[in-house]
Every structure is written in structure tokens, then in C-alpha cells.
């Protein structure tokens, strides 16, 4: 499966983006998929994944109750609703998909067999 993320831009602090994570290629109902986010300096951080069929969702601490992940399979698409954003939420986003059920282990990079091209998110204040 190849992946495309996008959806950034730039948004004052409070504001909301939501970005979208486009499949194509191979059977996309394989694969759950995560959202990280890489700013300079820092490492890669794991934000939100979503299962197969989109029953199950796992959340990074920094992000969640901010926000959502969620899944149209008839349109191939991963979407992540970011709102209440923070200057600490600029960064790039990536998105990524792996053939394995949900868990815990997908809280890291690591894990995922496929990666997207990422999208820049710029919050200010």
C-alpha cells in the first residue's frame, strides 16, 4: 500500500486542521494505520492509530481529547481532526500503515511497514 498524507497548513493557536492519509495499491482493509508527527529537533512521535475496520483506536498522551482518528474505507482515506491546536503542535505529520491488529506496539514507529509523505502543520500564536 502507498500513502499520501494531507491537509496542512498554517492555524492560529486554537484553531482546527484535519488531515487526510489517501491509500492506494494494495488491499487497504489490511492495514491499520497511525498518525506521527516529527518537529526539528525532536523525534518522531506516535498521535493516534486505528484498526482495520475502524472499531479500535489508540491515542498519544500529548493528543488525546484533541484529537480523533477515523477511517472511510470506501474512500481509502485516514483522517486525523486536530483541534484546540498549540504552537507545540507544529510539526510534520505522517502517516503509516502496518498488517497487524491494533495494539500496543503500534505505538511505535518502529512497527509500521509503510510510510507517507508527510504534511506541514504550522500553529501560531
Known amino acids: 500500500v502507498q500513502l499520501q498524507a494531507s491537509g496542512g497548513g498554517s492555524v492560529q493557536a486554537g484553531g482546527s486542521l484535519r488531515l487526510s492519509c489517501i491509500a492506494s495499491?494494495?488491499?487497504?482493509?489490511?492495514?491499520?494505520v497511525g498518525w506521527f508527527r516529527q518537529a526539528p529537533e525532536k523525534t518522531r512521535e506516535f498521535l493516534a492509530a486505528?484498526?482495520?475496520?475502524?472499531?479500535?483506536?489508540l491515542y498519544g498522551d500529548s493528543v488525546e481529547g484533541r484529537f480523533t482518528i477515523a477511517r472511510d474505507s470506501a474512500k481509502r482515506t485516514v483522517y486525523l481532526h486536530m483541534s484546540n491546536l498549540k504552537p507545540e503542535d507544529s510539526a510534520v505529520y505522517s502517516c503509516?500503515?502496518?498488517?497487524?491488529?491494533?495494539?500496543?506496539?503500534?505505538?511505535?514507529?518502529?512497527?509500521?511497514?509503510?510510510w507517507g509523505e508527510g504534511t506541514q502543520v504550522t500553529v501560531s500564536s
Open positions: 495499491g494494495r488491499a487497504f482493509s489490511d492495514y491499520a
Open positions: 503509516a500503515a502496518e498488517r497487524a491488529p491494533l495494539g500496543p506496539r503500534l505505538r511505535y514507529r518502529s512497527e509500521y511497514e509503510q
Open positions: 486505528i484498526s482495520q475496520n475502524g472499531d479500535k483506536t
